[in-house]
């Protein structure tokens, strides 16, 4: 199948430096795939791929939860909803990258009560901490050694990732045909069938690249904020530990400017996002090393990993900069 790589197909990925990258230091062969990758990642052509994404996503998210409250001795019942959900994101994640319908229904929904549900944990920690002594007269000190305040919105990322994969189209899908302006048709097959709402046809388009910058400045808001005060009690004791809390207003600035300017959105975005990514990786090497340190190490695997650091955070944060690097290959909003 030919791809379309003129200015007009390749929209506001021309000329940036992961393009330039590929030509220049891949082999042909693989950079040729990677650019075909693209391609359909402006098209908005990957759902099979978005929906498994988020469900790998799900179990770091939902193990984060599980050992978190576990802490908590699961004190009230509440609690037990998103290691609920973080399973159930799990299983529609991998039933949508199998099947369309799945990606549309299961998925869909599972996800919408996700991010419900993740707008109602926050709440509960708010409460959580309000009620510790002082209350928010003693905000940092209270929000530090209270409840994790994002922890629940961060857990709202996989749900967010699979919401936006039930819309999009498979990777063996056929381009786009456009038959009359203000009228975008999509070739499914059989006939051409209208998209429902404007938002759903930039999401069939691959043109939603304002929306995932504003996707990635609250994940990488959210779990910035919680390497912060995370690694605030441990008193930043590796220098490490700095990297999240001074890349996490990089991410956040490069995706502001990207929702301003496609320049930005395909210089700054990908390479803060790649960055991020990165840090995650090390990050994850960290914690894990650090659970591996503990009293017994991995004699007492289930003790430590709750109790240790945090091992999944990094890659949540890393997760974050896989969203940003999506946007700088999107294509602008109508």
Same mark, same amino acid.
């Given at each position: 199948?030919?791809?379309?790589l003129t200015?007009?197909g ?10 330039r990258?590929?030509?220049?230091l891949l ?24 929906a498994?994404l988020?469900?790998?996503?799900s179990?770091?998210a939902g193990?984060?939860v ?7 001795? %699961? ?10 959900l973080?399973?159930?994101m ?9 099947s ?6 299961v998925l ?9 549900d993740?707008l ?9 901490i309000?009620?510790k002594?002082?209350?928010w ?8 050694m209270?409840?994790p ?25 056929p ?16 006939s051409?069938?209208p998209?429902?709402?404007p ?7 691959g043109?939603f690249?304002k ?17 912060? %005060?995370?690694? %605030?009690?441990?008193?930043?004791r %590796?220098?490490?530990?700095w990297?999240?809390v001074?890349?996490t207003?990089l ?12 320049k930005i959105?395909?210089t700054w ?6 960055l991020?990514?990165?840090?995650g ?5 960290y914690h894990?090393?650090g659970?591996?340190?503990?009293p017994?190490?991995?004699?007492k ?23 940003g ?10």
């Amino acid at each position: 199948m030919k791809v379309d790589l003129t200015n007009k197909g390749r929209a506001n990925t021309d000329g940036s430096w992961p393009d330039r990258f590929l030509e220049r230091l891949l082999p042909a062969n693989l950079a040729q795939e990677i650019e075909l990758a693209e391609a359909h990642i402006r098209e908005g052509r990957f759902q099979r791929s978005l929906a498994a994404l988020a469900g790998a996503s799900s179990v770091l998210a939902g193990a984060e939860v599980a050992y978190e409250h576990y802490r908590g001795s %699961y004190g009230q019942r509440i609690m037990y909803t998103p290691v609920v959900l973080g399973g159930a994101m799990t299983i529609a994640g991998i039933w949508g990258a199998f099947s369309q319908r799945a990606a549309r229904t299961v998925l869909r929904w599972t996800s919408a009560i996700t991010l419900l549900d993740g707008l109602v944990g926050f709440c509960f920690h708010l409460r959580g901490i309000q009620r510790k002594p002082g209350g928010w007269r003693l905000p940092v000190a209270n929000i530090i050694m209270g409840p994790p305040i994002f922890a629940p919105l961060l857990f709202g990322v996989s749900a967010y990732l699979g919401l936006v994969a039930s819309f999009l189209r498979l990777e063996e899908a056929p381009p786009m045909v456009l038959s009359r302006p203000k009228a975008y048709l999509f070739s499914l097959g059989r006939s051409a069938q209208p998209a429902a709402h404007p938002w759903a046809i930039g999401l069939r388009e691959g043109r939603f690249q304002k929306h995932l910058a504003a996707a990635t400045i609250c994940g990488t808001f959210f779990s910035g904020a919680e390497a912060l %005060y995370s690694h %605030y009690k441990n008193n930043f004791r %590796y220098a490490a530990q700095w990297t999240p809390v001074i890349i996490t207003p990089l991410l956040m600035g490069a995706a502001a400017g990207a929702i301003r300017s496609p320049k930005i959105a395909r210089t700054w975005l990908p390479a803060m996002a790649a960055l991020a990514i990165l840090d995650g990786g090390i990050g994850f090497f960290y914690h894990a090393r650090g659970v591996l340190r503990r009293p017994g190490g991995m004699k007492k695997p289930l003790y430590n990993i709750v109790y240790g650091p945090p091992i999944f955070a990094p890659l949540l944060f890393a997760a974050c900069g896989t969203v940003g690097l999506l946007a700088s290959l999107m294509r602008r909003e109508r």
